[in-house]
């Protein structure tokens, strides 16, 4: 006897791409420029999508994917101050034409970590004037693209980005607090830059300066893609770590305020301005927690469990949620396939306990350029050898197969 976990009729499954971490060829950005000066790993070709993404939404359409998050570069788009590329313009257009041939939904993310080299070395979103520049550049992009896509998050996760670039110092613009490394990190958390950082005091103001402009970014570029394109769903992409403890009340409070700091506080800056809400789901931590946890290849504590009580985090907001990250560095496939089945099982429940959760995404469809990590750490459900651009689906991509096409987890009753 089995118990089908049923979702929603309509649901979208599918996977997560980035571009300057899977298209290749991308010199005018600044982790390009990072990698010239040797500061992060060089990136080179990635995983070739840019030329191979038609290959590559036949593989997810084989593996019965109804929907796609992908990113546009917005160093192609433009690649001057003010002056838009028309040609990659079409370039997306033919990507976004292609999905749709498949039956893709795609979900488009406008920016996504990476910065045209004129606006980073300008001072970037430290720039007075970056959120109007970057609401330019969402509102051009959605007039373009609008008529083949209507889901768009205009900002990927606002928190790690200022975290790591502005208090770790270990992505672009490498600046970092003094005291930082007294915080015991994985290490995952390091990288080529250590030693060659900005340590200064004025980065902790630079950090929380960054947020708020990150927040009117968000929503200026809101109010313009609605002026070009009113019928878009708009949202913004948050990376929730759920914070939680034991009994003990200075741990409670501990988690209490993590929680405000890294989520509830950068969000009501920018709910007002959404009309849903993506969740990206890596990272537990449980204040005076002793338990042992298993290790994914990112060091990370193996807690897909969490992801339930992430989504009733966002329940407050009543707003459409879609998971649009969640997935496992496992190069070897040894934990993956139960990982998708515990992040699904716990979607359900925050399904049953009211949250309006629309669609989930599995990072990433791809091996890709991780960050820091370079090509290290292995999250696809494709393998890819990045010598040959070879491309061969893990066995776990058809345990997420077999979900999508049931629409369902089937768990046996115990």
Sequence with gaps: MTVHKKFPDGFFWGAATSSFQTEGGIENMDWAQAARDGLVPPIGLACDHY???????????????????????????????????????????????????????????????????????????????APEVFARYCAYVVEQLGDLCTHYSTINEALPYTSNGWRRGTWPPFKKWPFIDRINLPASYRNLAEGKTERSWKNIAAYFRVLRSLARAHNAAYDGIKKVRPESEVGIVHHIVLFEANGNPFNILLAWFANWHWTYHFLAKVEEKCDVFGLNYYLYK?????????????????????????????????????????????????????????????????????????????????????????????????????????????????????????????????
């Design 51 to 129: 030329h191979r993404f038609e290959a590559d939404f036949d593989i997810a359409k084989s593996l019965g994917h109804n929907s796609h998050r992908l990113s546009i570069e917005w160093a192609r788009i433009e690649p001057q101050e003010g002056k838009f590329d028309e040609k990659e313009i079409e370039h997306y257009r033919a990507v976004l034409r292609a999905l749709r041939a498949r039956g893709l939904e795609p979900f488009v993310t406008l920016w996504h970590f990476t910065l045209p080299l004129w606006f980073s070395q300008s001072g970037g979103f430290e720039r007075t004037d």
């Design 286 to 414: 449980k204040f005076g927690d002793i338990h042992v946890y298993e290790k994914t290849d990112m060091d990370w504590d193996s807690y897909p469990q969490g992801i339930c009580n992430a989504l009733l985090m966002l329940k407050r907001y009543g707003k459409p949620v879609y998971v649009s990250e969640a997935g496992i560095a496992d190069a070897a496939d040894r934990m993956r396939a139960d990982y998708i089945k515990q992040l699904v099982r716990c979607m359900h429940a925050a399904i049953k306990k009211g949250v309006d959760v629309r669609g989930y995404m599995y990072w990433s469809l791809l091996d890709n350029y991780e960050l820091a990590q370079g090509y290290t750490k292995r999250f696809g459900l494709v393998e890819v050898n990045f010598e040959t651009q070879e491309r061969k689906i893990r066995p776990s991509a058809y345990v997420y197969k077999q979900i999508i096409e049931a629409n369902a987890l089937v768990d046996p009753v115990r």
